[in-house]
């Protein structure tokens, strides 16, 4: 395989090329303000930790891995909420961060089919090993989801297929890597818009307060006095550093 992954600090000049990346995500998903506010500050602050996967025979930016050192003592139910919170505390803890926390992997849709998931995920529990953490935790957003936005996630999670591995791809490439599931995040997004600026991230109409399944949503949006409101779970899984 002729991709590599590198950090933003060995090649600031693939990091000036990440709008090449093809979006897969839905609109609303970029509108958490916690991480409008802090999501900046990972290249200019840790750069050793954001990762980028590039194709050197076609020098083409294949796909991007996000991380952050935090803080956990390895017990499950003092896991954080998800993406958000680690955010908030791996900017805000001292020197006793341990674990890398992964905050976004993720693979260009014209590169999907390639195994470069898995290589990025790999190159995340690298990460941590170099950096003598003690292993890689991650907030999977599970990719089929969408699909059944009105399961309830606890029960979906645990849906498996007749090999039995998850029957999430996402779940089940992590869980092929050798990852534990540890349990679920149950707030990793928290975005909240009026119902203007959701009409325009979705395209839908919104004309009264109530449950929605909106496209692209694992969970339905919830509209409660004119204000929209999309809580995110995913699941917390562990890799062993490489």
């Not at 170099?130 to 292993?135: I, K, V």
């Not at 849906?159 to 599931?181: K, M, N, S, V, Y």
């Not at 928290?190 to 449950?211: A, H, K, L, Q």
Request: hydrophobic share 40%; aromatic share 8%.
């Amino acid at each position: 395989m002729s991709a590599q992954i590198f950090t933003d600090a060995e090649r600031p000049d693939l990091y000036e090329r990440l709008d090449d990346l093809e979006d897969p995500w839905p609109e609303f998903i970029h509108h958490d303000e916690t991480v409008i506010r802090l999501w900046p500050r990972l290249h200019g602050e840790l750069p050793d930790f954001q990762l980028i996967l590039h194709d050197a025979d076609t020098d083409t930016v294949l796909g991007r891995g996000c991380t952050i050192p935090v803080a956990w003592d390895g017990r499950t139910d003092t896991l954080s909420g998800g993406v958000v919170d680690a955010l908030e505390a791996g900017f805000s803890e001292g020197p006793d961060r341990n674990v890398l926390c992964a905050l976004v992997a993720v693979v260009d849709p014209k590169q999907q089919g390639r195994g470069l998931s898995g290589h990025l995920i790999e190159g995340m529990a690298r990460t941590a090993g170099r950096a003598g953490l003690d292993c890689l935790i991650a907030p999977v957003r599970p990719t089929w989801k969408d699909r059944h936005p009105l399961v309830p996630f606890e029960d979906y999670i645990g849906w498996t297929r007749e090999d039995g591995l998850p029957f999430d791809p996402w779940i089940r490439l992590h869980t092929r890597l050798g990852a534990e599931i540890l349990g679920i995040a149950a707030r990793s997004l928290d975005i909240s818009g009026s119902v203007e600026e959701w009409e325009s991230w979705t395209g839908m109409r919104f004309p009264e307060d109530r449950d929605y399944v909106v496209p692209g949503a694992l969970v339905p949006v919830r509209f409660e006095g004119g204000v929209g409101r999309y809580v995110e779970p995913n699941v917390w899984m562990r890799h062993e550093p490489r």
